[in-house]
């Protein structure tokens, strides 16, 4: 199904970052005790469950997105504000390929193929887990069959909501990806992670060279480092260069 919010739509996949707490009455505590004085509040709002359909809001790593039914891949993961735990990317699809595997065989009974399905859902998302419980149940029923337990998951992993449209089947994602769908216009908040030695992280990626020798030879000059500049998303800060989320090192 689809409509004409399509076109703006963003999906972001990834897993939720756990051990990151979100206070939300350090916000409308203000600074120094004194709220903002802004009127619109649109990162604000995103912080509340009760604007975003009751969601808690959290933190996400997030490997890529889905755009104009295009998948993109970012170059680095990076940590998005979310909602909720997101959809279940998988759709059961390991189970269902599990009880279709073991249905083929000639020999296979109903509970050949629901143990299957078990075993492939073990330690997966909670579609594949559904589509196992689906795959049980029916072997359970009077008269089950081994292609009527593998047509009870494959239905169950059908039912399940999926709201990608991408262009190649499926990414090659690990298990428990989840999605979160949003309008390109959203406001959301996004952390880059850096680690390493703080040589590396911090002094060589804020402080220039020449500035350095200029610093040592009592001739430092006002003005030669340009730290904090932002403009149309190009920042610039000694020799760290980020455009548009892509870190450029060395230049």
């Known amino acids: 199904m689809s409509n004409l919010m399509m076109p703006s739509r963003v999906l972001l996949y990834g897993r939720v970052v756990q051990g990151i707490r ?21 990162l604000r709002e ?15 790593m997030i490997y890529g997105f889905e755009f104009e039914a295009h998948y993109h891949d970012l170059m680095a993961p990076t940590i998005m504000l979310v909602h909720g735990e997101g959809l279940d990317y998988s759709r059961g699809r390991r189970v269902v390929a599990a009880t279709a595997a073991a249905a083929a065989s000639h020999e296979a009974t109903a509970q050949d193929v629901a143990g299957a399905a078990a075993s492939a859902a073990d330690g997966a998302g909670a579609a594949e887990i559904a589509a196992a419980a689906a795959a049980a149940a029916a072997a359970g029923e009077e008269g089950a ?6 047509a009870a998951a ?25 999605i979160w769908p949003y309008d390109k216009a959203d406001f959301s ?10 040589e590396s992280i ?14 040592m030879a009592g001739r430092k000059v006002s003005g030669r480092k340009v730290g904090g500049y932002l403009g149309r998303g190009r920042k610039v800060s000694g020799r760290k260069v980020g455009i548009s989320g892509r870190k450029v090192r060395g230049e």
């Open 22 to 42: 979100i206070d939300v009455r350090v916000f409308d505590a203000g600074i120094g005790g004194v709220p903002g004085l802004g009127s619109n509040r649109f």
């Open 46 to 60: 995103q912080f509340d469950p009760s604007h975003i359909g009751k969601q808690e809001p959290c933190f996400a």
């Open 145 to 150: 069959t081994a292609a009527s337990v593998a």
């Open 154 to 178: 494959a239905a169950a992993s059908a039912a399940d909501p999926y709201i990608g449209r991408v262009d190649k089947p499926f990414p090659d994602f690990a298990d428990n990806v989840r």
């Open 189 to 198: 908040m996004r952390l880059d992670p850096c680690s390493g030695p703080i």
């Open 202 to 215: 911090l002094l060589e990626a804020e402080i220039d060279e020449a500035e350095i020798a200029d610093e």
